[in-house]
């Protein structure tokens, strides 16, 4: 069955360390997109990427960075880790067969110490 | 700037209840997705609304998409507490944001017994 996993699920790490937050789809879609979600700001995206080699900032994009080589994966990066950046990461695909339709990743839980 | 708004934020109900969650948008648009999430969970899709006039129901809900109002409504027909959750809508740009969806900012619904 297609899925979209991430990981690591958990991660801890330390201010100033780069940390890459991994996203993989076997949908097939040609859309992907990294969220946080915080308390009270609900979902903000932060990067998306319409097909290799594209890739758009976000409403929150600053600090973050991302790449897009081949079809199936959009990893995350975080340059220099800050404590702000603490937050649940989502990511997400969709494709035109989905009518656009966002599916889910589980998450990653990221700590910034 | 594409704006999306639910109201209510929070939501306690009864069982057995019915009551309406509403999503209002400030451009136009005529695709709307609603999205459920339980506490610490991913987010799982709904509903997908692609039309004025758009009517889908599962079950207890059943989402409706008015797109000269900017409008959609979730509504809720004899809670159960198994609904419980935190319910999102969320717009798609259209134009060159195709595919990029704009959320609310959640509605956390609570079923007392």
């Known amino acids: 069955d297609a899925e979209i996993t991430q990981s690591p699920r958990h991660k801890i790490t330390e201010t100033g360390r780069q940390v890459t937050l991994a996203c993989h789809q076997t949908?097939?879609?040609?859309?992907m997109f990294w969220y946080r979600q915080d308390l009270g700001h609900g979902l903000r995206l932060i990067h998306y990427s319409y097909g290799v080699q594209d890739t758009n900032k976000g409403e929150v994009s600053d600090g973050y960075s991302v790449s897009r080589s081949n079809t199936e994966d959009l990893p995350l990066t975080l340059e220099s880790a800050a404590s702000s950046q603490t937050s649940v990461y989502f990511c997400?695909?969709?494709?035109?067969?989905?009518?656009?339709?966002?599916?889910f990743g589980p998450g990653t839980r990221l700590t910034v110490t | 700037e594409l704006k999306v708004e639910q109201n209510p934020l929070f939501l306690s109900m009864q069982e057995g209840k019915n009551y309406t969650i509403y999503c209002n948008y400030s451009t136009t648009s005529d695709r709307l997705y609603w999205y459920r999430q339980d506490p610490g969970k991913s987010l799982e899709s709904l509903f997908v609304?692609?039309?004025?006039?758009a009517v889908k129901q599962e079950g207890r809900l059943m989402a409706s998409l008015d797109t000269k109002a900017r409008l959609s409504t979730l509504h809720i027909t004899a809670a159960v507490h198994d609904l419980s959750a935190t319910y999102f809508c969320?717009?798609?740009?259209?134009?060159?944001?195709?595919?990029?969806?704009?959320f609310g900012q959640g509605t956390i619904l609570t079923v007392h017994p």
């Open positions: 969320a717009v798609d740009g259209g134009g060159t944001s195709y595919g990029k969806l704009t």
């Open positions: 949908w097939n879609h040609n859309n």
């Open positions: 997400a695909s969709s494709g035109v067969r989905s009518s656009y339709e966002q599916y």
């Open positions: 609304l692609l039309s004025n006039g």
